[in-house]
């Protein structure tokens, strides 16, 4: 909803460490820190998810150092680093992969509680080896079994609204 990319970058600006706003200005266009961007974003995104909190984390108490700056489509990559409060987390592991020129993903591998993670389990999959599967909705709903039965009327009530809302006057009761 912003109107640029320097707008959107000012209203997201505390989700990011100075460090980490360097790295994205750094790139030589705003598609290009729009791209980094994103990256950083998934990365946060995947610490978050494994911990197992919500977005009401302080994003600027993480902070990743990004490596290599460029990934190439396809191949994954764990050269990244991961700081909390300002120290290394070497308990810490992440994947990150691009499926494709838009798309970044990052998978967040650490200790769980009670569970004694050896490095070499980390890395023990094949480099060359893809972890990562593209599926089509066909694919993720491929097993899915209806709740209640099919209505089409209810279907071509839903096709036949609106695209968008209709705004009420406020003199129309």
């Known amino acids: ?13 505390r989700q990011f460490t100075e460090m980490e706003w360097n790295v994205i200005k750094s790139m030589s266009n705003e598609w290009m820190q729009l791209d980094m961007f994103y990256r950083h974003w998934a990365l946060k995104e995947s610490f978050l998810k494994a911990i197992g909190v919500g977005i009401g984390f302080n994003l600027q108490r993480i902070e990743f150092n990004v490596s290599p700056l460029k990934l190439e489509i396809g191949k ?3 050269e990244t680093n991961m700081l909390l409060d300002g120290e290394k987390e070497e308990e810490w592991t992440f994947e990150e992969t691009r499926l494709d020129d838009h798309h970044h993903v990052a998978v967040a591998l650490g200790r769980q509680e ?4 050896k490095d070499s389990d ?4 094949e480099p060359n080896q ?3 599967t593209v599926l089509t909705f066909e694919d ?29 006057s406020s003199h129309s009761r």
């Open 1 to 13: 909803g912003s109107s640029s990319i320097p707008n959107f970058f000012h209203i997201m600006k």
């Open 76 to 78: 994954v990559y764990k």
């Open 114 to 117: 009670g569970f004694v993670q």
């Open 122 to 125: 980390v890395h023990s999959m």
């Open 130 to 132: 893809p972890q990562f």
């Open 140 to 168: 993720l709903v491929a097993s899915g079994i209806p709740v209640t039965p099919e209505d089409s009327a209810y279907w071509d009530n839903f096709c036949s609204k609106q695209e968008g809302p209709v705004k009420q």
